[in-house]
């Protein structure tokens, strides 16, 4: 023992030494720069006209965010569908950041802006934001090109995307646009119909003039007019889309990140414009063409002409600015086509066009901070000359294997071109082979019950870029057709949009809807265990005109949404042709159709690109060199205490746990643990209690030997615990959570697990630890098919492999339910009643006392009790009384001497004896005319736990 205290004290220098210059290296590798400039903000209200003919104004709520140093140039910056100002304020404060004069407003029927909807009218919308150019182009802080003329670009997302593409193609001033997760055609984006008489050779399928022929997207549809009369958020939660490089295990919510997404919150303004009445705050004309649509499923000459009037491909022919196109690979509002249809349009006219599909969109979430840095980078090279090129490629994000906590991992793929463009390569296409043969289809009555594909205005709620709702797909039986290729011998990357060519006829007898045929084809990604998967959630809708009642059949050309899919070797793909989409207008007649290929061969997209990589600075290689150093001699110095330090008490060989004098201290005069010292033995199962901060985690962290005491110590079987120390072998522990290989079983997960540790396979005792655990044949199952409560038990039994004598568990029932704890609570007095021992750290004060044998209670570093539970939850003195007059009792307890905490909860009276004893007081009740039904200890260890820490 002096040995190891003398060299424990040489060695502390050096361990000083090795934290100091870790924490130096790890500062000056993180610190990237200054703190973010200041940035100042101006609110204004600025009048615009009504309308063109109109002498009245109505007024714009806006802000205006000024860089530190100004003139600068601007950018615009409008707001999705029911947001305001406030949806975009994180962006618009970043882009000030970078140097930009940002106006941010909330446009006519939002926020506190007045005027009705007009649904980016040009006569409305697109004429409001001129008028805002105009104004800043008076800003002595704004750059100009000429009088009357800024130097600006605009960017938004959605509603705000289409305002950018629709006032760039009137108004020469603006200077560069990058449109977010926008439309091009608006009836095509509410009533698409992709079936083609041709093929069609695109990465995304383009909108045409088939809106007429469309199939109503009612879902959508109906959250976007509820946006409009509630002045609601059309797509609900602001999540941010995962991004490469990033382990969301949550996405990041952010309020006012979002271009199209941040909600209102309670008490945020709502729109002052006038009321419509059952229009909301909606232009009359733009109401009656969604009452037409939602009324009959179909759009007549006049709603068509209203979706026209409010859509960008009305002027794409016009826009000339260098434009950064940006779409989400998770988005069944507005799809890839859409976007697809603006690169093409634009870039006909000779303009600059790059094009970005991200892992987000309105199903999965806005663009996340670093993408709106390259939104920021393309407005710095075009606005200000600043910084690289960003050029005219096509970057889209691969969503990869999923990992145990659920995140999806992701690789961002850039090509030199967009594909088709001008100065592009063409599409590579893929033939994959189908298997054909003819099935009949039955559309119900009434287009109920129907097929689930989408969740919309939910997906991003729901999970991580969509990655769940992607898997709740739900075909009815006898109303889908399905037709499957073989399994992949290699990874096939789609990339675009599909196309398939299909046979339908009528099933004679059968009525053919006067409306038409409608039809729903989707392409799922199909795994070996027939797990499918629907990329993007996205279906393509069918609307088959004048199909023939004799069964005579029809050909047509199907384009799938476009989607971003890497299909693994021992996949299929499925084509899978429904009559019915909950999404969706479905055909309310009841009838049947046949449905197989006209062609064997499903026309696939490939891009080819390479992985984006980033240049590492030298800053981090040296920052990489000096962690590795500093690792390095903590390994040295670590060997050597281990082997200075090592001793073994043979007195305490046969005792599980004991804890001597312990204390942790950290600089600055924090002690997190001080004079700690208990006791463990075999058989018990110990419950570790204290509130936040009390030294729990410190002191599991130092008995782990991943934290060194600043003195006293702790012994495990006599033998000193250290970083390191071979007696940590026999602990076993379930603390900072364990990770599994979801595509594994769990009895594999656990076979890997104890090979990692390069002990004999003869010592894991894997059928003992399963038994206890309680898993049963689920151990066989795949993990990510597990529970919450089989995950912990997983981990559990993970933990008592070998055996170990002594298992150190915290917050083993964290997330379960009570019938899971119940069974883990069965699962720790098994294990203890073999002559083993259980440390168990929790805040569920109820299920220590049910669980635990003993129990330490720790307060601000201190040990404050220890003793049996029994013990602990008595000792408090307390007492309870069931009377007939609980009002009366009180005021005779308060009267004894020595009695305190008297409370009345119904019929019965609790209160602190306080070593008076129970018989007198229960005297003292009987001769004040109280009834006593029932008397005894009031054992409760929450009482005792509050009293001990004095809350």
Same mark, same amino acid.
């Given at each position: 023992?002096?040995l190891?205290?003398?060299?424990r004290?040489?060695?502390?220098?050096?361990?000083?030494?090795?934290?100091?210059?870790l924490?130096?290296a790890?500062?000056?590798?993180?610190?990237?720069?200054?703190?973010?400039?200041?940035?100042?903000?101006?609110?204004?209200?600025?009048?615009?006209?009504?309308?063109?003919?109109?002498?009245?104004?109505?007024?714009?709520?806006?802000?205006?965010?000024?860089?530190?140093?100004?003139?600068?140039?601007?950018v615009?910056?409008?707001?999705?569908?029911?947001?305001s100002?406030?949806?975009?304020?994180t962006?618009?404060?970043?882009?000030?950041?970078?140097?930009?004069?940002?106006?941010?407003?909330s446009?006519?029927?939002?926020?506190?802006?007045?005027g009705?909807?007009?649904?980016?009218?040009?006569?409305?919308?697109?004429?409001d934001a001129?008028?805002?150019?105009?104004?800043?182009?008076?800003?002595?802080?704004v750059?100009?090109?000429a009088?009357?003329?800024?130097?600006?670009?605009?960017?938004?997302?959605?509603?705000?995307?289409?305002?950018?593409?629709?006032?760039?193609?009137?108004?020469?001033?603006?200077?560069?646009i990058?449109?977010?997760?926008?439309?091009?055609?608006?009836?095509?984006?509410?009533?698409?119909?992709?079936?083609?008489?041709?093929?069609?050779?695109t990465?995304?399928?383009?909108?045409?003039?088939?809106?007429?022929?469309?199939?109503?997207?009612?879902?959508?549809?109906?959250?976007?007019?509820?946006?409009?009369?509630?002045?609601?958020?059309?797509?609900?939660?602001?999540?941010?889309?995962?991004?490469p490089?990033?382990?969301?295990?949550?996405?990041a919510?952010?309020?006012?990140?979002a271009?199209n997404?941040a909600?209102?919150q309670?008490?945020?303004?709502?729109?002052?414009?006038p009321?419509?009445?059952?229009?909301?705050?909606?232009?009359a004309?733009?109401?009656?063409?969604?009452?037409?649509?939602?009324?009959?499923?179909?759009?007549?000459?006049?709603?068509?002409?209203?979706?026209?009037?409010?859509?960008?491909?009305?002027v794409?022919?016009?826009?000339?600015?260098?434009?950064?196109?940006?779409?989400?690979?998770?988005?069944?509002l507005?799809?890839?086509?859409?976007?697809?249809?603006?690169?093409?349009?634009?870039?006909?006219?000779?303009a600059k066009?790059?094009?970005?599909w991200?892992?987000?969109?309105?199903?999965?979430?806005?663009p996340?901070?670093?993408?709106?840095?390259r939104?920021?980078?393309?407005?710095?090279?075009?606005?200000?000359?600043?910084?690289?090129?960003?050029?005219?490629?096509?970057?889209?994000?691969?969503?990869?294997?999923?990992?145990?906590?659920?995140?999806?991992?992701?690789?961002?793929?850039?090509?030199?071109?967009?594909?088709?463009l001008?100065?592009?390569?063409p599409?590579?296409r893929?033939?994959?082979?189908?298997?054909?043969?003819?099935?009949?289809?039955?559309?119900p009555?009434g287009?109920?019950?129907?097929?689930?594909?989408?969740l919309?205005?939910?997906?991003?709620a729901?999970?991580?870029?969509?990655?769940?709702?992607?898997?709740?797909?739900?075909?009815?039986?006898?109303?889908?057709?399905?037709?499957?290729?073989?399994?992949f011998?290699?990874?096939?990357?789609?990339?675009?949009a599909?196309t398939?060519?299909?046979?339908?006829?009528?099933?004679?007898?059968?009525?053919?809807?006067?409306?038409?045929?409608?039809?729903?084809?989707?392409l799922?990604?199909?795994?070996?265990?027939?797990?499918?998967?629907?990329?993007?959630?996205?279906?393509?809708?069918?609307?088959?005109?004048?199909?023939?009642?004799?069964?005579?059949?029809?050909?047509?050309?199907?384009?799938?949404p476009g989607?971003?899919?890497?299909?693994?070797?021992d996949?299929?793909?499925?084509?899978?042709?429904?009559?019915?989409?909950?999404?969706?207008a479905?055909a309310?007649?009841?009838?049947?159709y046949?449905i197989?290929?006209?062609s064997?061969?499903?026309?696939?997209p490939?891009v080819?690109?390479?992985?984006?990589?980033?240049?590492?600075?030298t800053e981090?290689?040296?920052?990489?060199?000096?962690?590795?150093?500093?690792?390095l001699?903590?390994?040295?110095?670590?060997?050597?205490?281990?082997r200075?330090a090592?001793?073994?008490?043979?007195?305490?060989?046969?005792?599980?746990?004991?804890i001597?004098?312990?204390?942790?201290?950290?600089?600055?005069g924090?002690?997190?643990v001080?004079?700690?010292?208990?006791r463990?033995e075999?058989g018990?199962?110990?419950g570790?209690?204290?509130?936040?901060g009390?030294?729990?985690?410190?002191?599991?962290?130092?008995?782990?030997?991943l934290?060194t005491?600043s003195?006293?110590?702790i012994?495990v079987?006599?033998?000193?615990?250290?970083?390191?120390a071979p007696?940590?072998?026999?602990?076993?522990?379930?603390?900072?959570?364990s990770?599994?290989?979801?595509?594994?079983?769990?009895?594999?997960?656990?076979?890997?697990?104890?090979?990692?540790?390069?002990?004999p396979?003869?010592?894991?005792?894997?059928?003992?630890?399963?038994?206890?655990?309680? $898993?049963?044949d689920? @151990?066989?199952?795949? %993990?990510?098919t597990?529970?919450? /409560?089989? !995950?912990? &038990?997983l981990?559990? *039994?993970?933990?008592?492999?070998?055996l170990?004598?002594?298992?150190?568990?915290?917050?083993?029932?964290?997330?379960?339910d009570?019938?899971?704890?119940?069974?883990?609570?069965?699962?720790?007095?098994?294990?203890?009643?073999?002559?083993?021992t259980?440390?168990?750290?929790s805040?569920?004060?109820?299920?220590v006392?049910q669980?635990?044998?003993?129990?330490?209670?720790m307060?601000?570093?201190?040990?404050?009790?220890?003793?049996?539970?029994e013990?602990i939850?008595?000792?408090?003195?307390?007492?309870?009384?069931?009377?007939?007059?609980?009002?009366?009792?009180?005021?005779?307890?308060?009267?004894?001497?020595g009695?305190?905490?008297?409370?009345?909860?119904?019929?019965?009276?609790?209160?602190?004896?306080n070593?008076?004893?129970?018989?007198?007081? $229960?005297?003292?009740? @009987?001769?004040?005319? %109280?009834?006593?039904?029932?008397a /005894?200890? !009031?054992? &409760?260890?929450?009482? *005792?736990?509050?009293e001990?820490?004095?809350?």
């Amino acid at each position: 023992m002096a040995l190891s205290s003398r060299f424990r004290g040489r060695w502390s220098l050096p361990a000083l030494v090795v934290l100091v210059a870790l924490v130096g290296a790890v500062v000056v590798w993180a610190r990237q720069g200054d703190d973010p400039p200041p940035v100042t903000k101006r609110d204004a209200v600025i009048d615009v006209p009504e309308s063109p003919d109109s002498d009245r104004a109505i007024q714009l709520d806006t802000t205006l965010y000024l860089p530190e140093r100004t003139p600068a140039p601007a950018v615009l910056l409008p707001h999705g569908f029911g947001g305001s100002k406030d949806s975009v304020a994180t962006q618009a404060t970043e882009l000030a950041q970078r140097g930009f004069v940002v106006l941010a407003y909330s446009a006519r029927g939002f926020g506190r802006s007045s005027g009705q909807i007009a649904l980016n009218s040009l006569d409305h919308e697109v004429r409001d934001a001129q008028k805002l150019l105009d104004w800043l182009a008076t800003r002595e802080e704004v750059r100009t090109d000429a009088a009357g003329d800024p130097r600006v670009g605009v960017t938004g997302g959605s509603y705000g995307g289409a305002l950018a593409l629709s006032l760039a193609g009137v108004d020469r001033r603006v200077d560069t646009i990058a449109p977010v997760i926008t439309f091009n055609d608006l009836g095509q984006a509410l009533l698409p119909n992709a079936a083609r008489t041709d093929p069609v050779d695109t990465t995304s399928p383009s909108p045409g003039a088939f809106a007429e022929d469309g199939v109503f997207k009612r879902s959508w549809a109906g959250i976007f007019f509820s946006a409009g009369l509630s002045g609601g958020d059309l797509a609900g939660p602001g999540q941010e889309a995962q991004e490469p490089g990033q382990d969301n295990d949550g996405q990041a919510l952010n309020d006012a990140s979002a271009a199209n997404t941040a909600p209102q919150q309670q008490g945020a303004p709502r729109p002052s414009g006038p009321v419509n009445g059952a229009c909301g705050r909606f232009q009359a004309d733009v109401c009656a063409a969604y009452t037409d649509v939602a009324t009959t499923g179909q759009a007549s000459a006049r709603t068509l002409e209203v979706l026209r009037r409010s859509s960008p491909a009305t002027v794409t022919n016009r826009i000339t600015q260098p434009t950064m196109i940006v779409q989400g690979e998770q988005d069944t509002l507005f799809g890839l086509d859409q976007a697809d249809a603006n690169a093409r349009q634009i870039a006909a006219n000779g303009a600059k066009v790059k094009v970005v599909w991200y892992s987000g969109g309105h199903d999965g979430g806005s663009p996340g901070p670093d993408l709106r840095g390259r939104i920021a980078d393309w407005m710095a090279f075009h606005l200000d000359g600043k910084g690289s090129d960003p050029g005219v490629g096509f970057e889209y994000t691969v969503v990869g294997a999923f990992r145990s906590s659920g995140s999806p991992s992701l690789r961002n793929v850039i090509a030199p071109h967009y594909p088709g463009l001008p100065g592009g390569d063409p599409v590579e296409r893929r033939a994959v082979a189908l298997a054909d043969r003819e099935q009949t289809v039955v559309n119900p009555a009434g287009g109920n019950p129907a097929a689930v594909s989408s969740l919309p205005g939910l997906g991003s709620a729901l999970s991580r870029s969509s990655s769940i709702s992607s898997r709740l797909s739900i075909d009815l039986p006898g109303q889908a057709a399905v037709f499957a290729s073989e399994p992949f011998t290699s990874q096939v990357l789609l990339t675009g949009a599909s196309t398939a060519r299909l046979r339908v006829a009528a099933v004679p007898g059968q009525p053919v809807p006067a409306e038409g045929a409608v039809l729903f084809a989707k392409l799922y990604d199909a795994d070996a265990n027939g797990v499918r998967t629907l990329p993007g959630s996205a279906v393509a809708p069918i609307r088959i005109r004048n199909l023939p009642a004799d069964g005579t059949p029809v050909d047509v050309t199907v384009t799938l949404p476009g989607a971003v899919r890497p299909v693994e070797s021992d996949h299929r793909l499925q084509l899978v042709v429904s009559t019915t989409d909950q999404a969706y207008a479905n055909a309310a007649q009841p009838t049947a159709y046949r449905i197989s290929l006209a062609s064997p061969d499903l026309s696939v997209p490939v891009v080819a690109g390479v992985n984006a990589t980033s240049d590492v600075p030298t800053e981090a290689l040296w920052g990489i060199a000096i962690v590795l150093i500093v690792c390095l001699i903590a390994a040295v110095v670590a060997w050597f205490r281990r082997r200075l330090a090592a001793d073994v008490d043979p007195d305490l060989a046969g005792v599980p746990l004991v804890i001597s004098g312990l204390t942790k201290s950290y600089p600055g005069g924090l002690t997190a643990v001080k004079d700690l010292s208990f006791r463990v033995e075999h058989g018990q199962v110990l419950g570790l209690l204290g509130p936040n901060g009390a030294g729990k985690t410190t002191t599991l962290r130092m008995l782990m030997g991943l934290i060194t005491p600043s003195e006293g110590e702790i012994r495990v079987f006599g033998h000193r615990i250290s970083s390191g120390a071979p007696v940590l072998s026999r602990i076993g522990s379930f603390v900072e959570g364990s990770g599994f290989l979801p595509h594994l079983s769990g009895h594999a997960n656990l076979r890997l697990y104890w090979a990692a540790t390069g002990r004999p396979a003869e010592q894991a005792h894997f059928d003992e630890a399963l038994e206890i655990a309680g $898993l049963g044949d689920a @151990v066989h199952r795949r %993990v990510r098919t597990y529970s919450q /409560g089989m !995950r912990q &038990r997983l981990a559990i *039994a993970q933990a008592m492999l070998g055996l170990p004598d002594l298992l150190v568990l915290d917050e083993p029932t964290n997330g379960l339910d009570p019938p899971q704890i119940h069974q883990m609570r069965e699962v720790l007095r098994r294990y203890a009643a073999a002559g083993r021992t259980v440390l168990v750290s929790s805040h569920l004060l109820a299920e220590v006392e049910q669980t635990c044998s003993h129990v330490v209670v720790m307060h601000k570093g201190t040990l404050v009790a220890a003793g049996p539970v029994e013990e602990i939850a008595t000792g408090s003195g307390e007492a309870s009384f069931r009377v007939d007059q609980p009002e009366e009792a009180a005021t005779v307890l308060r009267g004894l001497v020595g009695v305190h905490g008297v409370a009345v909860d119904g019929e019965q009276v609790h209160a602190s004896l306080n070593g008076t004893p129970r018989a007198e007081a $229960l005297q003292a009740l @009987v001769k004040a005319g %109280v009834a006593v039904d029932q008397a /005894g200890p !009031r054992r &409760r260890l929450e009482d *005792a736990f509050l009293e001990l820490v004095g809350e």
